[in-house]
């Protein structure tokens, strides 16, 4: 494992998302045996093909969906990025409780990533993000005072 290395997982994992290049996100950077966490919803995704359906996910519900890194640390067995994420709710978003419908709103949020590596891939991830301030911006929910 070298600093260097996942360093430059941490760097390019989001702006390899924005380009929708999946396949080599999962190829390069991702273990085989990764456990993923989406934190607010408490969503377990497993292996390959479940950090393929966590990406997805996001994409089908904000098609035109963007991040921007504002800090990336790596060690040589953790890495942290907080982002800002940004889309218009354009199709489904999948949650525990349900889908919610497609509202046509753009968002706007702020997000951190924490991983954990084995050999230069990462193993495990947890997301974490503002769910109420999200589906408030979705007018799902009345945003707090």
């Known amino acids: 494992m070298s600093i260097e290395d996942n360093t430059r997982i941490v760097q390019n994992i989001h702006p390899l998302f924005n380009e929708r290049a999946f396949d080599r996100i999962l190829s390069e950077m991702i273990a085989e045996d990764v456990e993923w966490t989406n934190v607010p919803t408490a969503q377990m995704f497993h292996g390959l093909e479940g950090m393929r359906e966590f990406m997805q996910g996001w994409v089908d519900a904000f098609p035109d969906a963007i991040t921007e890194d504002t800090t ?30 497609p509202t046509g709103r753009s968002v706007e949020f702020r997000l951190c990533e924490v991983y954990q590596f084995r050999d230069s891939k990462v193993v495990s991830g947890h997301t974490h993000f503002d769910s109420l301030g999200l589906m408030a911006q979705l007018g799902v929910v009345t ?3």
């Open 72 to 101: 990336a640390y790596a060690g040589e067995k953790f890495g942290v990025t907080e982002f800002i994420g940004r889309g218009t709710h354009e199709g489904p978003l999948v949650s525990p409780a349900g889908e919610i419908p």
């Open 143 to 145: 945003p707090p005072e």
